[in-house]
């Protein structure tokens, strides 16, 4: 090379002599590509430790060795002072869309005093890069300073930290100097922001990141990791997903575009495809495109990337395998930011292999789940429960796990979808996955028998939004009874389920799983057999499907005698008497429900009588033997409040107020179905078809007319949605309701309030409901006190 080499040049001729690429020296050195770019430019000087790894990997003779280190020395690179304003940081390659007050947010904290480092941490592909290159941007105008970008990606020596921040700033080399004193020399007084990349792989370096603070009071930094540094005075902002849109209340259009999950689809898919187009056809594809991939920006641009070879329908397909899909990321992107599934194995790789383990072991659950679920599951012998929490700690802390409050105010544990399938293919590659799936289906087994037990009580309204909290998991668990020929399991869930099913608006769904069992109910025991075909006789009938229903009811409930069972054996029986009801059966009816109240007067089971009651009272309703019916409701109502049952309670209500309005009893009609303690639990699926029109009955009554229709069609479509059958004579109580409201109105006005009922969503019939009969409660009822229950008469009990 001569007596006096250039370094840039040498560098450059040897990595080239050696076969390697500038990518392929940076991993081995430790250091970022750029940096050895900027290198080989001679636009950077590098450290001491810098130039010795590179003389090392660079496989130098001892001597040239020597010399190389001189000429690293002597670059001739131009230096910078700390007070130097010249921009430090990468250029953005695209807009940062759906930020914008995430962004204000970072940058005023960052501006308080008393923050001086802030770290913003995430799932993997959330996009925290980004963010901070754009809260430093924002922030390097305002800073005497400016602002400094590390990247940390590459390196996997924590030693080699502050020497990539000595580089970063053109620090002179002080041979007597640590790298530490050379910083804190230089950043004594300098008023910066330091930006540190991807710290979570070199998480050792954190305490000298304190030393570095102490000793530059001026200086701010902001860290981007998956995990939090754990050091004081650290200020931990977690960078969440891009909002999406809402699958089930799409907005128009133009208001679609503007949401940042599909803004950024949108765009990145018309850099490949520039003839793509958001439009009527394909925006629902997009948004549930969005909504499959977390509203993840990395993952979000890979798959827009696809638009090229695929319509967004098309790639919504694909996208059950998400990791397979999400891969050909840009090349200037760091490596692990390339595919998905490398930017998830990126924070997988850190973990320790308890974690690892447990890790994989948690992709056997669907949706999310409790600690308590995880420590049943997924712990060995030898895993003590509070190691299972600190490992859960762990993964939550790297974002490779996200909590939440649950409706029952429990924290509940959840995978972004995405990290769910790697987290699946580990457990897959582990072997594990077939003994984890029937641990995961048994413990469900018992957590559903044990909500059964107290759906029917005090506790009802706790335990059924569990069961909602885990449904999820429960049909994965009797999925996995039918494809693993295990038909007890998936029995039994469906044995326990079908009240949750009926009462929760899951009858569809409820239905599906009863008929892929039936074929298999042969093969249990009998008592298992006469649970089972309750509960797939119950959905039948919920469906319309009366014959079939009648037919596994009678087989239920002679092996349910036989085994003993009197309250399944006096359920089916009420179940018949209905059955018979719906076909006008007079005499048939009142004998199955004759027998049914004799068995249960005669075991002493109050919510059995009480059920048998109120079968024996709606039966009786729908033969329009309104005094027998009112009767039996009243009773029922009487033990259902004794036993604390309130969606029973409001069931029952609910037919007490459809015989007044049968009755044409307008004042007690009124008086019944704005009673606050009917409305507040209206929320009850089963009933809620009843109930909205007995309301639309009361609309009609007081006046109200397009309200009436606005909640006629409510109805309609709340009984498409959950497929809850009526019975001919609330159908025809609300075909009469909606003629005499088609007679009060023009024909378009009573369309716009019917189709606006249709739109409504569950959530939205409910408010609708309770808002506006709040308001009419207390005047109808003169004042009264509306927490007051009303008895059959309509009167204050």
């Known amino acids: 090379m001569g007596d006096a080499p250039v370094f840039d040049q040498w560098l450059k001729h040897r990595r080239k002599a050696l076969g390697l690429t500038q990518d392929a020296l940076a991993r081995q050195v430790g250091c970022a590509t750029?940096?050895?770019q900027k290198l080989e430019a001679g636009a950077l000087r590098p450290s001491a430790q810098i130039a010795a790894r590179l003389a090392r990997h660079l496989e130098l003779a001892p001597e040239d060795g020597l010399a190389f280190l001189a000429a690293a020395q002597t670059a001739n690179t131009p230096l910078h002072t700390p007070g130097s304003r010249r921009s430090r940081l990468p250029a953005p390659p695209t807009p940062l869309l759906g930020r914008g007050p995430f962004i204000a947010a970072v940058c005023a904290m960052l501006q308080r005093a008393e923050v001086r480092l802030v770290t913003l941490s995430g799932p993997p592909g959330v996009g925290k890069t980004r963010v901070a290159l754009q809260v430093a941007y924002e922030l390097q105008a305002t800073l005497h300073d400016g602002a400094v970008f590390v990247a940390l990606a590459p390196m996997h020596d924590p030693d080699l930290v502050l020497a990539s921040i000595v580089q970063a700033l053109d620090l002179p080399e002080v041979a007597s100097q640590s790298c530490l004193e050379r910083l804190t020399t230089a950043l004594h007084a300098s008023e910066r922001l330091l930006v540190l990349d991807n710290f979570e792989q070199v998480m050792a370096a954190a305490p000298a990141l304190s030393a570095l603070l102490e000793g530059a009071p001026a200086l701010k930094v902001l860290v981007t990791s998956r995990a939090a540094l754990h050091l004081s005075g650290e200020?931990?902002?977690?960078?969440?997903?891009?909002?999406?849109?809402?699958l089930h209340d799409l907005p128009p259009l133009a208001a679609l575009a503007q949401v940042p999950a599909v803004a950024l689809f949108v765009q990145r898919a018309q850099a490949v495809a520039p003839g793509f187009v958001l439009q009527a056809t394909n925006a629902?594809?997009?948004?549930?495109?969005?909504?499959?991939?977390?509203?993840?920006?990395?993952a979000i641009e890979l798959a827009a990337a696809r638009s090229v070879l695929f319509t967004p329908q098309a790639l919504l397909e694909r996208?059950?395998?998400?990791?397979?899909?999400?891969?050909?990321?840009?090349?200037?992107?760091?490596?692990?930011?390339q595919t998905l599934r490398s930017t998830i194995a990126w924070s997988y790789d850190l973990l320790q292999p308890r974690e690892q383990a447990l890790f994989a072991r948690l992709g056997v659950f669907v949706g999310s789940f409790t600690s308590d679920a995880v420590t049943a599951i997924c712990t060995d012998a030898e895993d003590g429960a509070l190691d299972v929490l600190d490992s859960?700690?762990?993964?939550?802390?790297?974002?490779l796990l996200q909590h939440e409050l649950g409706t029952t105010d429990e924290v509940r544990l959840r995978m972004l979808e995405t990290i769910h399938n790697y987290a699946l293919e580990q457990l897959t590659r582990a072997q594990e996955g077939d003994g984890l799936r029937e641990r995961h289906a048994r413990y469900y087994v018992q957590f559903t028998e044990q909500a059964e037990a107290e759906v029917h009580g005090p506790q009802q309204v706790r335990w059924s939004d569990r069961l909602e909290q885990e449904h999820e998991n429960i049909c994965a668990a009797i999925s996995w009874s039918l494809h693993a020929s295990v038909p007890d399991v998936g029995l039994r869930l469906v044995g326990a389920l079908w009240w949750f099913w009926i009462t929760r608006g899951h009858t569809v769904e409820g239905q599906h799983w009863c008929t892929a069992l039936l074929p298999l109910v042969d093969r249990v025991a009998p008592a298992l057999q006469a649970r089972a075909l309750l509960a797939i006789a119950t959905l039948a009938s919920y469906h319309g499907q009366s014959a079939h229903s009648v037919a596994l009811l009678e087989q239920s409930a002679d092996l349910s005698r036989h085994t003993g069972n009197r309250r399944d054996t006096s359920v089916a029986w009420t179940l018949l008497g209905l059955q018979a009801a719906y076909r006008g059966e007079r005499a048939q009816a009142a004998e199955w429900h004759r027998q049914s109240l004799a068995i249960m007067r005669e075991s002493g089971d109050i919510w059995g009588l009480a059920e048998a009651l109120g079968s024996q009272g709606i039966s009786a309703f729908n033969l329009e033997q309104f005094e027998q019916a009112a009767a039996s409701l009243t009773e029922a109502l009487g033990l259902f409040r004794t036993l604390g049952d309130v969606w029973s309670i409001t069931y029952a209500s609910t037919y007490l107020g459809l015989i007044f309005v049968r009755q044409g009893d307008d004042e007690a009609v009124t008086r019944m179905f704005t009673d606050s303690s009917f409305m507040h639990n209206l929320d009850l699926r089963v009933s809620i078809p009843e109930a909205i029109v007995g309301l639309a009955a009361t609309a009609l009554i007081q006046g109200q007319v397009e309200r009436a229709a606005r909640l006629a069609g409510a109805a309609d479509v709340i009984r498409e949605r959950f497929g809850t059958f009526i019975s001919p004579i609330v159908q025809a109580i609300s075909t009469e309701y909606i003629a005499r409201a088609r007679s009060q109105l023009d024909e378009q006005r009573f369309t716009e309030a019917w189709e606006a009922g249709r739109?409504?969503?569950?959530?939205?019939?409910?408010a609708y409901a309770v808002d506006e009969t709040d308001t009419g409660a207390n005047a109808a009822a003169g004042r009264r006190d509306v927490r007051e229950p009303l008895d059959a008469s309509g009167s204050p009990s």
């Open 34 to 36: 750029i940096t050895i």
């Open 284 to 298: 629902g594809a997009v948004a549930a495109v969005c909504q499959r991939l977390d509203g993840l920006p990395l």
């Open 759 to 766: 739109a409504m969503s569950f959530e939205q019939v409910i």
């Open 392 to 399: 859960l700690a762990l993964l939550l802390d790297e974002s």
């Open 235 to 246: 200020h931990q902002v977690r960078v969440p997903p891009l909002a999406m849109p809402d």
């Open 319 to 337: 996208l059950q395998s998400p990791l397979a899909v999400l891969t050909g990321g840009a090349r200037d992107r760091p490596a692990h930011q």
